[in-house]
């Protein structure tokens, strides 16, 4: 039976021998290169954090010793140590989740998985098991390089340092990269640290001595370790950086190195007050093509083959992300006053073609979004457009900052939501369904959806054109979907996608969701019903043709891929009211609660949306207002249609995920 097999948890790793766990750390990375092939997942960061992960789970007892990990999809390692070993389903339904999970395990404790969060948390533990009798236990944090671009992991260390009285270990897992390589001073002031040769050398040198001694060498090195430490901190000044903080540093030390790990994590554990550990480790580690890929090292991969690497099943179907990334360069080679911001995403997000035409005129500001926006404002502010590329997700943390420092102050700023509305093998931290609800709250705000490539390319730039308000373009994760032409476009933008017959039902698509409302539409038309269905194109605010075409119909549909309560369907129906509109209206869309990891076609089926479950729902309705409609349908002979009215207690929420 192979070591990896016989660990049902972390303290089946006390008994093994450096070579054993040297010999485990092997087995982790073949078992992490053969599972996530076959899966997809987050894999660079994993193989990098073998021996760290080993390291910690030996010293410290999880989970007494609470591990919180930022951002969580390094943990792999941590869930094959704690008894998870079945990868078949990783990401999937039933299967394991991509990131830490409380459902999981006992010794999984913070699941949002957003960066620079993990510190704040650990604070907070600390703090708790202290007050609470247990100051004998310790709270480890393992924190990637990237989340030091964070401004929240400064704040939550400059609150650490106010009370040193707890137990509270702070591994900084410095790989020089966070998606692709860290930006920023930060990074650049740690690139040095990992590349003064004279330090490293000193350092790896002492230590080699000592070691040489056996057993009584190893202690002498753990024991003048502090002093020696304080003489080669010189070459890097990094000590210098966190004593100013009141927070003790040890390192750099090699995130590969299993003794030098435990030893170090030993001293940092037997500490008695806040600690910061500074390991370096390598990205993709052990796997030749992961190393090899320039781009992010393996981040997060699809289904490759696990010998080169290459993906399997690839397709040649336009990503929405590349339908953006050409519209934005075409945007870029008419006007000089575009200029591109990402989070430390560049690639993710669709900026790298951009940044390779214009390298001047894109800005990487780290794992930063509320600076991001608040920077784009002041762009904005000195005569250029700034269009901030991010996740649908990520969108929530600068909330504040679209609302009162771009809005409130006019700013000619665009924001492209990658990854809105459902998600799927991310799971609940990963999902944008949160960006419509949230952002039409914003006085001012536009927010356009288009449905194809065809319309991103124009919605684009038309938002891009809105010099005295914010700009929303958003789009799903995925394959762009065919292009669907309209049959006409209304006067103020809205395009009319079907018309069949008598005016019963208006289906009002949101970007993606057009196709379901169109195939929703052809199965009404089965049973006698007609149905118009429109894409407003920008959903906010509500076009007056929207308006027009409720009066004229019995039912208003509206179907969008975030949650239905705030989402476009309410506004629309308070619309409506407030043009005196009393047409029934359904809001369909996904419930107000956190959804766990599963395909997207199994989470919208979930929640009701599905052309045969929206079709169904309309049909009983129908049926049930026994009034007969205004034509019989040629193909059923069907005679029943939508009672009109402001009663609307017949549509009401049906508890299945719909409004």
Known sequence: MSLLASITGPRDLDSLSTEQLEQLAHEIRDFLVENVARTGGHLGPNLGVVELTIALHRVFNSPDDPFVFDTGHQSYVHKLLTGRQDFRGLRSRGGLAGYPQRAESVHDVVE????????????????????TGRKDHHVVAVVGDGALTGGMTWEALNNISDDNDRNLVIVVN????????????????????????????????????????????????RGVRGATHGFLSRFSNNEALYSNLDIKYLGPIDGHDLVALQETLELAKDYGAPVIVHVITEKGRGYEPARNDEADQFHAVGKIDPATGEPLGSSDAVAWTDAFADALVAAGERRDDVIAITAAMLRPT????????????VYDVGIAEQHAVASAAGLAFGGLHPVVAIYATFMNRAFDQVLMDVALH??????????????????????????LAMLQLVPGIRIAAPRDEARLREEFDEAIAVDDAPTVIRFPKGAVAVDQPALKRLSDGVDV?????????????????????????ERLRAQGIGATVVDPRWVVPVQPSIVKLAAAHRLVITIEDGIRVGGVGTRVRQVLREAGVDTAVDELGLPDAFIDHASREQILEDAGLSAAKIAQDVVAQV???????????????AIWTVRGGADNSEHADHGDGRG
């Open 410 to 435: 006019r700013a000619g700023v665009t924001f492209v939501l990658d990854r809105s509305g459902v998600t799927g093998p991310d799971g609940p931290s990963h999902h944008g369904v949160w960006d």
């Open 174 to 221: 410095d790989n020089g990269r966070s998606y692709a390589p860290t930006i920023g001073g930060m990074a650049r002031y740690l690139n040095r640290v990992r590349t003064t040769e004279g330090y490293e050398s000193l350092r790896k040198s002492s230590a080699s001595f000592f070691r040489r001694l056996g057993p009584m060498g190893r202690a002498v090195y």
């Open 623 to 637: 049926l049930g207002t026994r009034i007969p409609i205004a034509r019989p349908s040629t193909e059923t002979g």
């Open 350 to 361: 669709g900026l790298q073609p951009f940044a390779q035409h214009f390298p001047d005129r």
């Open 497 to 521: 996608l079907w018309q069949d017959g008598a005016e019963d039902v208006l289906l009002v698509g949101i970007g993606p969701m057009t196709q379901l409302a169109v195939e929703v539409a």
């Open 112 to 131: 949002s998985s957003h960066a620079s969060s993990s510190l704040s948390w650990a604070d907070g533990i600390s703090r708790a098991l202290t007050r």
